[in-house]
């Protein structure tokens, strides 16, 4: 908002003590509805943006409001743990001034809803590719279930080149293990646990892999894979539910490094076609990643908001 000429002010939501109660999708959704609310309260200005359709959920906006989010409730909150947010989101979303969905699936699950709709992408930065490739592959497994770390290490066990490494971020040895034996799946050879990383170490594997590695059950928008598109590592991925934005990039790019399904078979085939482009192929892969990923970079990003965001929510420039 800043860079494209209005004036903002971020407000904190502080949750304090009550935060130790989320422990259920219907209690942290209220909770966090409700922090948002207080903090909220006093606020003046021309427009208000929630920066979550949680944090729109309870409030009792006095004037006009837009939201940016990643995903919907009637989406990624099913089942009776999902009940009230999902009651609660329809008319919330159809009383904004403007919708911002941040990828095309958000954008998608929203259309029809009655008020405009903006896609506001989350920018992605450019990073530059090592000038050797000396990680075989790369993969993000923080919450091993969601992001399918068994069906990850069956798929590579299968597919792996000989003397093949992964390197797996966001959780570590003792923690990825305990899952792996809770599934059945052993550790498979080439495994590395690299545990939590400080954000610009993990981007240095991304640059030096020669493939990015995705199992997830369900993505949002998904940053870790855009991140590896950026660095011009090709993105080999299950079709993850949700508005996982790099899957119909992905599919663009190279659809054979998408798996047909959500199963070790599939990735496995998928992880073979990765491997199998070769220096020239990976080269050429980035040189169309990086077109394709034009829209999401700051500058572009800064003219969505300029010409169609500040408008819409009856905001001028500074």
Request: some cysteine.
């Amino acid at each position: 908002m800043r860079g494209a000429g209005a004036t903002c002010d971020v407000v904190p939501v502080r949750i304090g003590a009550s935060g130790r109660l989320r422990r259920h999708p219907a209690a942290t959704d209220l909770i966090e509805a409700l922090a948002a609310r207080r903090s909220a309260r006093g606020v003046e200005a021309r427009a208000v943006v929630y920066s979550t359709i949680t944090a729109a959920l309870l409030q009792r906006s006095p004037g006009p409001y837009g939201i940016r989010f990643d995903a919907v409730a009637a989406l990624n909150r099913p089942g009776a743990g999902g009940a009230w947010q999902r009651r609660r989101e329809r008319p919330v979303l159809e009383g904004a001034v403007l919708l911002m969905p941040v990828s095309r699936g958000a954008a998608e699950a929203v259309d029809g809803a009655g008020p405009p709709s903006v896609r506001v992408p989350i920018p992605i930065e450019e990073i530059e590719p090592a000038r050797e490739r000396d990680v075989d592959a790369v993969a993000y497994a923080g919450y091993p279930r969601k992001r399918g770390l068994e069906l990850l290490c069956a798929a590579w066990a299968a597919a792996a080149p000989a003397g093949g490494r992964l390197v797996v971020g966001g959780v570590d040895g003792e923690r990825g293990l305990r899952w792996l034996r809770r599934t059945g799946v052993p550790e498979p050879a080439g495994l590395t646990w690299a545990g939590e990383l400080p954000h610009d170490r993990w981007l240095d594997l991304v640059r030096r892999a020669r493939l990015y590695l995705n199992a997830s059950r369900w993505e949002d928008f998904g940053i870790a894979p855009m991140e590896a598109l950026a660095a011009g590592t090709p993105v080999v991925t299950v079709p993850t539910p949700g508005s996982f934005e790099a899957l119909p990039l992905a599919r663009e790019l190279a659809p054979e490094l998408v798996a047909e399904d959500l199963s070790a078979g599939s990735l496995a085939t998928a992880i073979r076609a990765g491997f199998a482009l070769g220096d020239a192929g990976r080269d050429r892969y980035r040189a169309r990643a990086l077109e394709l990923l034009a829209p999401y970079r700051e500058p572009a990003v800064q003219r969505v908001v300029a010409q169609q965001v500040l408008p819409a929510l009856g905001v001028g420039r500074a």
